[in-house]
């Protein structure tokens, strides 16, 4: 959702998700993406974005954006975070090698080639002419040290990245070349598709000079805005890059800020204190739509939103209990009342189109005589729960954690509560590697459940 303040649209570059549980906001330079592969090797850069800079000496015009979600970044590490939120505000100040076009095609970003030599080694040729936010120039040793700060522990630390990079072992400079060899634990068939989503390439120097909390709290990317001010919890301000490699941004300065109620970020949009918001409520469509100066943009989201359930925990141990759970809730109900519509059901951890998209799969219908039956023959009868749930991270989040639990509640055999959480908390205790080190169960709470939902 944006203020319309006359400047046109594409201009702006914004990519917004309203009506999807993810929001993304994208005020990249001018020109476009590279064509790029097909995600298995052999891209090749069509040089209309390797130039850098305008031609000529034209003033770039002063052009403000405030941009307000529903939580504020987690840092400003950009391989020390798995939330959207913080990719949102990252995307401005550092790039990776791969990016995506609009369609979601893989692209280039820093480099301009990239190739499958065999079977665990893939290279990636580094662009030239790129410099950091401090003028230093990029190099493939910081592309190389950026995979290892995320797969390798000893680098640096534990990234919750990690696992984004599946497969990835490490990555060297090549010699005599401006290349990058990345190694995989055997063939990665999604090792390039992997690389246009995850690892922004940080400078090492830069890095290794500072401790990992000033790293959290400074930037120095490659990217089209450079940071100007951070306060934590507070905002993010950001200006454009003059010397950005490909043409500069046409914004000219960039605001974060957070706002977890959403009616709050509706409210700042229509009183002129902010041009961007994200995860606008459904019952709030109407008042944006009939604001002269606002609009509204829906579009598709590919993140799958649910209710996690400990399978190696009581109640949820046992497999007729968690079908019990998903019999007990009306997910028509959920997307019809709470959600105006803007959702679909789905049954499983993917959708159609995504490797392992079963189409024999659909959702649990909604039975709660069957529900309790299973309960019964699950041994847990009695059993009281709790859903874990963030407040303003996604669309109706907390809404629809209480509509699950009041689902549930009306069993004659298990009842259920919430339990609002700070998101961040909330993450660190999901991100942990090893499952018995998550948040154990409580007397009162045989299981942690953390509260997502199909949006």
Not at 151 to 160: I, K, L, R, T
Not at 383 to 392: C, D, F, K, R, Y
């Amino acid at each position: 959702m944006s203020r319309d303040t006359g400047s046109p649209v594409g201009r702006r570059r914004f990519l917004k998700m309203a009506g999807g549980t993810a929001a993304a906001v994208s005020l990249a330079g001018c020109g476009s993406d590279g064509e790029g592969g097909d995600g298995d090797g052999g891209g090749t850069d069509d040089g209309n974005d390797s130039d850098g800079g305008d031609e000529g000496d034209e003033m770039q015009e002063e052009f403000e954006v405030r941009i307000t979600q529903g939580q504020m970044p987690s840092g400003l590490d950009p391989h020390d975070h798995r939330e959207t939120p913080t990719d949102v505000v990252m995307l401005h100040a550092y790039e990776g090698v791969l990016s995506r076009d609009a369609q979601g095609a893989v692209v280039e970003k820093l480099a301009t080639e990239y190739e499958r030599v065999e079977d665990g080694h893939v290279r990636f040729s580094v662009r030239e002419d790129v410099q950091f936010h401090n003028g230093d120039d990029l190099t493939p040793e910081d592309v190389a040290y950026s995979i290892n700060r995320i797969v390798q522990e000893d680098v640096g630390f534990a990234s919750p990245q990690r696992d984004q990079l599946a497969g990835v072992t490490g990555a060297e400079a090549a010699d005599d070349e401006r290349a990058v060899d990345v190694m995989s634990d055997g063939l990665n068939p999604v090792v390039f598709q992997e690389f246009a989503t995850y690892c922004d390439v940080m400078q090492q120097s830069w890095v290794e000079d500072r401790s990992k909390d000033d790293v959290g709290k400074e930037m120095n990317g490659t990217g089209p805005f450079v940071l100007e001010d951070y306060s934590e919890d507070e905002e993010v301000v950001m200006s454009r890059n003059e010397d950005y490699w490909r043409d500069p941004a046409d914004v000219s300065d960039l605001t974060f800020t957070a706002a977890e109620e959403a009616s709050t970020r509706v409210n700042q949009l229509l009183n002129e204190e902010t041009d961007v918001v994200v995860n606008v409520p459904p019952q709030e469509v109407g008042r944006i739509q009939g604001d002269d100066v606002t609009r509204i943009a829906a579009a598709p989201s590919t993140r799958v939103i649910y209710n996690a359930m400990r399978y190696d925990v009581e109640p949820f141990d046992s497999q007729e209990f968690r079908q019990a759970m998903n019999y007990a809730v009306d997910l028509e109900s959920i997307v019809s009342n709470v959600l105006d519509g803007f959702g679909e059901r789905t049954g499983q951890p993917t959708l159609d189109g995504f490797v392992g998209y079963n189409s024999d799969v659909d959702p649990y219908p909604y039975d709660p005589e069957q529900a309790e039956q299973l309960v019964e023959e699950s041994g847990y009868a009695g059993a009281e729960i709790e859903l874990h749930t963030p407040v303003g991270r996604y669309l109706k989040d907390l809404e629809i954690a209480q509509a699950v639990a009041g689902f549930i509640d009306e069993l004659d055999n298990v009842s259920a509560s919430v339990n609002q959480r700070d998101f961040g908390a909330l993450v660190d205790e999901l991100l942990t590697g090893n499952i018995e080190d998550k948040s154990p169960p409580t007397a009162r709470s045989p299981a942690t459940a953390t509260r997502r939902w199909t949006g």
